[in-house]
């Protein structure tokens, strides 16, 4: 079973940057695509970024686009995401997640069966 453990949350004043690393262990990294998921109070949680397994190209939600960037490396198995220019609705609990989602179906939480036990993130303004 894949096990997966992120770091890297803490507090940051909006126009800053921050940088998410998930830790991934009782798999192999290119047997999965990997994702990142937010929750905030009161919201559900949503989507923000993915790199399939096959090609490694990061996919993103259109509300971080230009502004966050998702990277693998495969040798460490380990999942990262720099955030950059983050925003006050940018605070959540963010989450890595692993899985193997179908084709069009990266941004869908359902589609991961592995997830980690989350980061807190506050950007404040």
């Known amino acids: 079973q894949v096990h997966l453990v992120e770091s890297g949350g803490g507090l940051v004043q909006a126009g800053g940057s921050l940088r998410l690393s998930c830790a991934a262990t009782?798999?192999?990294?290119?047997?999965?695509?990997m994702a990142w998921f937010r929750q905030a109070p009161g919201k559900d949680r949503e989507f923000v970024a993915a790199?399939?397994?096959?090609?490694?190209?990061?996919s993103y939600a259109d509300s971080v686009k230009g502004r966050f960037t998702a990277s693998r490396d495969y040798t460490k198995n380990t999942l990262s995401l720099q955030m950059n220019m983050l925003k006050p609705e940018d605070s959540a609990v963010y989450f890595c997640?692993?899985?193997?989602?179908?084709?069009?179906?990266?941004?869908?939480?359902?589609?991961?069966?592995?997830w980690g036990q989350g980061t807190q993130v506050t950007v404040s303004s």
């Open positions: 790199i399939r397994r096959q090609s490694g190209y990061p």
């Open positions: 009782g798999g192999t990294s290119r047997d999965y695509s």
């Open positions: 997640a692993a899985g193997r989602p179908i084709l069009s179906t990266v941004a869908i939480d359902g589609s991961y069966g592995y």
